[in-house]
Structure formats: structure tokens, C-alpha cells
């Protein structure tokens, strides 16, 4: 047997081993929101460094959406450790991401490599699970040309009836051609149209409300200025007047690039300080924590589309 295997070998008996030692003892209670917290801190110590601001809030965007998934796979209640079949779950993840733009995607395939490496290192001194396979560079590569060729099928109305005809030109000799993908994806976009009529037609109660929260902003504060600009745009300041959320949802597309145009600032929790804002200007509860963390990412999403077209 070569040194590789052997090395992989021992390896796997060390997994099994650890696997039964945990199943046979109670684990502490999990905490499902300290464990995503300090695996997306250990993230950002290990990546801010040599990752650009733009593959830096995508990989973060990432990163939450892989452990939503690995949260979600944990039956609740267990205490014990827990498989996990990353590969299941990267791919799973793909279609959770459905609202990036494809250069984006093809993005994901740069960043894998140092992804993976991190889950695997991170999910291996974890005691609440044990990783069971991670894709290698390959497989990844080979799910993204299968994603994308079923995305761009249901985009063009065509359901799955064509997925397998783009599968062939995406992937060819063993290899994703990313050529081939943009050729086929150009003119597709994934902005909400926008529609102006939904707009209030009281000018003077919108000017309160935008006077409100912009008085919400204060000096100490990060980000004031894209905070200033989300809460100048007058669909978003529209929604928040009539507590309406799906005017709330489409607005990300109007503030982006009309009021607010992303540069290096992290994404992921700027919608978070909004509703920050919207609550300390008591302008109305009627919009969820749900409905403002769906605005949160989406804001996210489509920042990253604007910094990478």
C-alpha cells in the first residue's frame, strides 16, 4: 500500500474511533448561534487578510449559507456527535445561493479550495460532529456546471427540459468552460424589476420618515454613509412608511446602484443596522426579524452582483 493510503487509511480508523467514543458520552448542550458565530469569526481571522473585500463577503455569504445547512441537518435535541455529508451539503448550498449572478458562482470555484480547507480543519477538533466526505476540486466543479445549466433552464421557462443540453456544453472533457457559461448567460439578469407606481404618493409623509431616520444615524456609528444613502431611497423609505414587506424585499434593486453603490464595505449585516434604525425610530413593528434578515441578505446578494458583473 502506498504512504497515501496508508496515511488515509489510519485516518479514516482514527474518525471511527472518535465517532464511537462520542456516541457512548453526552456532549454539553449545543449552542447553535455561538457555534455559527465563531466559525464565521475564525473565518474572517483567517481569510482578512489575502482575501479582496469582494471574495471576502462572498465567501462570507457562503460560509452562513453552509451552516444554516449544517444546523439545519443537526436533529435538535442530540447530544452526541453528528455526521455530516458535506458533499450533500455543498451542493445543497448552490441552490440556496440561486440569487447570485453566474460570475459570481463561477467565483465559488476559486474559493472552494481554501473553504473546504477551513471547514475540515475547523468541523475535525469540533467534538458535535465528524465531516464524512468533502468534494474535491473536481466533483465542485462538475456540481456548479450542473447547477448552472438547471438554473439557466428554469430561468428561461424551460423547466428542467434543457439542463442536460447545457450540463454537456458547460462541462466538457472533464473540465467547467466558463466561456461556454457566459455566453449562454448573457442578457440573463436577477433583478426584481422595479415597479415606480408602487412608490407612495404622499411626499410629505415620506419626508418625515426619511427625516426620522437619517436623525437615527448617529456620528459613532459604522457605515454612515451607506446607511445614509439605504435611507434616502424612496422605495426603501416607501416600505418602512407602509410597513409593507414586500416592497421592503424588492427594494434592495432600487437602492442598488440609484442611492448606494457597494465598495468594500462587509455585507452581511448592514440590513441588521437598519432595522436597527427603523426600530429606534419607532416607525412601526409590523415587519419581522424574519422578513428584515431576508432583507439583510438580499441587500448582500445584491451588492455582490453589482461589484461583480
Known sequence: MRS???AQTKQLIQQKHRIRQQQTQQLAPFDAQQFQEFMRVRWYLTTNQVLTPLDQNLSEV???TLLDGILSARPQGIMNVHRLDMTALVKAS???????NYQNYLRLLTLS???FKFLKKELAVNPYFVVDTLPTKPEFAASMAQFLAQNLSHRQGMAERLTAQYYGLFWQNEQIVPAMIAELYRGQTVAAPIDDSQLSSEPANLQVVQTQLLAAIK????????LTAICSNPMFVTAVYQQDVALLLASPFAIIPTTWQPTTETLLGLGQQ????????????EITATSWQQFDWLLAITALNSLNK
Open 113 to 115: 479550495p481554501r473553504l
Open 94 to 100: 448552490l441552490g440556496q445561493l440561486a440569487g447570485l
Open 219 to 226: 456620528p459613532d456609528m459604522a457605515n454612515q454613509a451607506v
Open 274 to 285: 437598519v432595522q436597527a434604525l427603523v426600530a429606534a425610530s419607532q416607525l412601526g413593528t
Open 4 to 6: 497515501g493510503g496508508k
Open 62 to 64: 457562503w460560509l452562513v
